[in-house]
């Protein structure tokens, strides 16, 4: 069995370098968080490989002139070199165009151990929130998957339909 405070603590570090990759807009290094094989979903879209990866990230973050992230410290349940974890994450962006954005969602998250070091396997986005930080923006039905650790299924896409649309 895997130590849980030796996990959590490389997966901490693996989210605080997320955190540097994001602002300095590295797409590379962004896609060498995740396992060779890792998948990321957000926005309705869903990667697979590191390549996919790197291609998406690029573009999103192209759309934006800086974005700082914080996450929350993330429910862990570990097991033998693998974890799932839940991460609240916000986001501060100015984007290209000189709008912001502030966002709030959840990150559902497969972490493996890699001779890398620890990887996202699979990092699933809900959307709760995105608009002004005065909470006026639009909020997300995303489905509520109850106390931790309830999960999307592997399977499932992301939404993004807004609270009280049909």
């Avoid at 693996?14 to 926005?43: M, N, Q, T, Y």
């Avoid at 869903?46 to 690029?58: K, P, S, V």
Wanted: glycine share 10%; proline share 4%; with cysteine.
């Amino acid at each position: 069995m895997t130590d849980f405070v030796t996990a959590e603590t490389a997966i901490r570090q693996l989210h605080a370098r997320c955190i540097d990759i994001v602002w300095r807009k590295d797409a590379k290094a962004f896609a060498e968080c995740f396992a060779e094989d890792g998948e990321w979903k957000i926005a309705g879209q869903h990667m697979r490989g590191r390549a996919e990866i790197e291609a998406l990230f690029a573009k999103l973050l192209g759309l934006c002139e800086h974005v700082m992230t914080s996450v929350s410290s993330p429910i862990l349940e570990v097991g033998d070199g693998s974890a799932i974890g839940r991460t609240y994450v916000t986001e501060d962006a100015k984007l290209a165009n000189g709008a912001t954005a502030h966002t709030i969602g959840v990150y559902h998250e497969k972490f493996v151990e890699t001779a890398e070091g620890w990887k996202f396997a699979s990092r699933h986005w809900s959307l709760k929130y995105r608009g002004p930080a005065d909470f006026t923006g639009d909020f997300y039905d995303t489905p509520d998957y109850g106390p931790f650790p309830g999960r999307p299924a592997d399977d499932e896409p992301t939404t993004t339909k807004k609270a009280g649309s049909v």
